[in-house]
């Protein structure tokens, strides 16, 4: 074989790019939005697909697709190119001319106005129309108490948001959609493996959506899944995964090259659904390991003398076994001036932060750019989380106390900005 020639390259490259090398030099410590992602296992089971030479749409994508669905207890999963890949499918499989109930062109969907890019869009694109909502500051997520005041007639579609292993009153907000016969999907991007009251984000909607984008839950690089409830809509989605064509379902004709519907071509890699396998059997001990850091930082920060209150941190809405990737803060409102400074200071001291999604999505320029905001509603909690908030990651490996005492006190040293 070849490839047996490559040996002591591959050795060399092996030692030379292992990430655990990219250190800190000043204090040894980095806090990545996500620190050395892949185990040796995941790199192995990756090259091992190269090494089959198939790496497109072989037996180990339907392998993770049946063991995901398993994991989080729906009837059928479907894995694409990435989360907002996921979205563009389940937005395109709602309009569809074959889907029963479909929704039609300008019919109206409610969004949070916390979310992402590639939430809102794939709605858009399909020829629906945006109704922004607030989000609720207990959870970040869409305000269900301020939904039940407002008259839903016109509403086809909820979009749900799980911000960061957070969830809605998901329960309230299944109950409007079913009395209103309304669609609802779950954007459960972020919340892999969250679970309200022993039943998984995701699967109370009639579609549910994952990303294994670098810094989530899980990781395969990229990649995403869509979970459905029906046969149907399952091999609705698989047919817009792959260009229209019958050729993956179980009534496909005789005729070969029989393209029967619309689509796309969002298929993943063998290559990252490998990835994605290997990381899923160890999901519910990465989350372990992310609950008990996530309370290690708030109880190592509240026994400082000068910790003072000077932040809110996120609690997981009741009833609720979150599942978390980022440890979001909101400054105190006399604090929110120094906000600039403060992420500049985090960032020199390799604490890497980001914005708790994008902020306020109204505030961004696309949305000047396609007019989604005429009457310039503003909405004061998205407004807050946008001005007070932003996040850090939180490692799957146990912070030492040396490792957290370090961070908290760089947490806390927005006071010393002037
Ligand atoms: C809520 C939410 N939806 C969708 C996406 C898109 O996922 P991807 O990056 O895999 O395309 C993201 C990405 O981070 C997200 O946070």
Known sequence: MKLLNYNSKIKKLIKTTSFKNIKNKNTNYNFPLLEDGFTDEDIFKGLEVLLSRKITMSKITEEFESKFAKYVGANYAVMVNSGSS????TAFALVNPIKENKLNYNDKFIVPAICWSTSLWPFIQSGLK????DVSKDDFCIDVEQLKKKDLSKIKLILSINILGNSPDIL???KICKEKNIYLIEDNCEALGSKFKNKSLGTFGDFGTFSFYYSHQITSGEGGMIICKSKKDYELLK????????RN??????????FVNSGFNLRPLDLTAAIGLSQLKRLNK???IRQY???KIINSIKQLPNWNNQFEFFNARENLDPSWFGFPILLNKNKVKKKKLFIKYLNDCKIETRPILSGNFLKQPCVSLYELNKTNKKFKVADEIDERGFFIGIPTEK????KVNYLINKLLHIDKFK
């Open 86 to 89: 996921a979205n563009l499918l």
């Open 130 to 133: 945006p109704v922004f909502v």
């Open 172 to 174: 309230s907000l299944q």
């Open 239 to 246: 047919i817009l995964r792959s260009h229209g064509w019958d």
């Open 249 to 258: 379902i179980s009534s496909k004709n005789s005729k070969k090259f029989n």
């Open 286 to 288: 990465m989350k372990k």
């Open 293 to 295: 850091n996530k309370n």
């Open 399 to 402: 912070y030492s106390n040396a």
